[in-house]
């Protein structure tokens, strides 16, 4: 059934019904021109049969000399009848069994007796008394003498005319067998390239914009192949360019820090991004569901919203702990809303820095309040004179100048811990001898250490002999580990500073067998305000501004390096930070 519906098979039919069309029209109109010629002929023979005859008639009335003459001139399947006046008549032989016929039958007919009398031609078919069909010619003899008939079976007509027409008939059939297999290789070659084109485009179907089809010829075929092969090009180009640009989107998609969901009007998922993926599985672990086609209510009431309000909308969520900002916008297609497009922001860092951004407003604040409240009653007393003594009044001045000093040192910490923060600080790297630069450090604290009674030690454990560091930065992270350390480490206690090497770097180790720091403050000892429990807390023997460890931090990794602390309860603190050498 396929193979006929082919345009092969089509074009072939096509051309075998023109063909036999045009070959019956032809054969038809031979067959007709060829029995009218047959007939002619035949007439127009059997007429110069009876003309020579009685042309030749005029010189002889003598009857041996008339049969000669009709036997020589007439046809072997015609006969002779010659009519004189003289009431004579004389009848040829017949090879074709021709029955003879008689005067009276010749009077009887208007034609031919109108040749006896009037000296005229005719030819006609007749029916003779025997009921045969025969074609018959007459002429007259000169003067009137007679007439000479001369008449044949129609069966000779016909049996050329049959022969005739088997010979066209079989010429027909051999046109028709010989324009079939014409036709049929026409049509191939006409509907091979269609098919090689047809190949070509399913091959596009499939995706292969480079398939390419033959040019065989240089007609309107060949015309149609080399559009063909001009539209694959294009095709290729232009897929080439979406699949290019969908995935440049679909990069930008990916790479991008916020969610993006789109969603059609029936709140169906169409498009979304590896954040807003995590967002919506957070989501469903929440909600304990499996599908992934669940939504959550806040986002399928906000998306309704959107929908029928067709303005921008924005939601605050909490999924697993994290804040989410939801920002939805509706997504037109010409004046209609087709869908949504949810922007998702993960606000947690936000939230946690605004939360950070108070505290340190109130710790600042505190911090202030109290230096402050205490320089505001100790100068009242003075100048209200409740202190009366020059001592007491001197007393009372000290602890306005170190509560003030004290105002100093925190406002000069912040602007440092905030030039640091904002990488205004430029580090003023030098090469340092590694060991006369701990020797200093330890000298420096040696007589604070001896009045607490605390023992402190310094042990360069590495051949490195020279570092690149800042060394005023270095020595304000020692100074202030060193200093924590000795302030919460008791009488008889122990503080050490080990400097060892670990693959092209510098390991300095402040130990201390202070109080120690509980665990839940370990995580946030670096944080900017950030004071560990009271326990720890009633060992200080002086107070800190609480923002040293932050500036700390913040200056070994501006020298590429990292720090950290372990600590036990009761048992000490270690508080490590390695740096390159180079």
Known sequence: MIFLRGVVVKLWFTFLIVIFVVLAIISFLLLEFFNGYHLNQAENQLLNQTTKIAALLEDTSHQMDIDKIAETIKDDSSRITIVLNDGNTWTSSSDEDLPMITVEWLKENDK?????????????????????????????????????????SSEVVAKTTKQTSEIILLAAGIAIVLMTIFAFFLSTRITQPLIKMREGALELAKGEFKTRVPILTHDEIGELAMAFNRMGRQLNY??????????????????????????????????????????LHDWRYEY?????????????????????????????????????????????????????????????????MDQLREEFIANVSHELRTPIAMMQGYSEAIVDD??????????????????????????????????????????????????????????????????????????????????????????????????NAMRHTQTNGKVQLLVESEHEKIRFSIIDTGSGISEEDLPFVFERFYKADKSRMKTEKRKGTGLGLSIAKNIIEAHHGTISVQSKIEEGTTFTFVIPTK
């Open 112 to 152: 031919f007796n109108s040749v006896i009398t009037h000296e005229n031609s005719v030819t006609d078919q007749v029916t003779l008394p025997s009921n045969m069909e025969v074609l018959m010619a007459g002429s007259s003899l000169y003067d009137g003498k007679g007439a000479v008939f001369a008449y044949q």
């Open 238 to 279: 232009h897929i080439e360019a979406l699949s290019q640009e969908k995935e440049q989107l679909y990069s930008i998609l990916r790479s991008m820090a916020d969610g993006v969901l789109t969603f059609n009007r029936e709140a169906e998922i169409i498009l979304s991004n590896p954040p807003a993926q995590k967002f």
């Open 386 to 483: 409740i202190a009366v003594s020059t001592d007491e009044k001197n007393e009372l001045a000290s602890i306005i100048r170190d509560e003030s000093m004290r105002m100093g040192r925190l406002v000069n910490e912040l602007l440092d811990l905030a030039r640091i923060k904002a990488g205004h600080v430029q580090l003023n790297k030098e090469k340092i001898d590694l060991v006369q630069f701990i020797e200093r450090i330890i000298r420096k604290f040696q007589g604070p250490a001896n009045d607490q009674g605390i023992e402190l030690d310094g042990a360069v454990k590495t051949d490195v002999g020279m570092m690149y560091v800042d060394q005023d930065r270095i020595e304000q992270v020692l100074t202030n580990l060193i200093d």
């Open 288 to 352: 304990d569901v499996d599908s992934v086609n669940f939504l959550p209510e806040d986002i399928l009431l906000l998306l309704k919203k959107v929908i029928a309000s067709e303005t921008e909308q924005a939601q605050e969520v909490t999924v697993q702990g994290r804040n989410w900002v939801m920002v939805m916008t509706p997504l037109y297609a010409e004046t209609k809303v087709r869908g949504v497009v949810a922007i998702i922001r993960d606000m947690t860092e936000e939230r946690k």
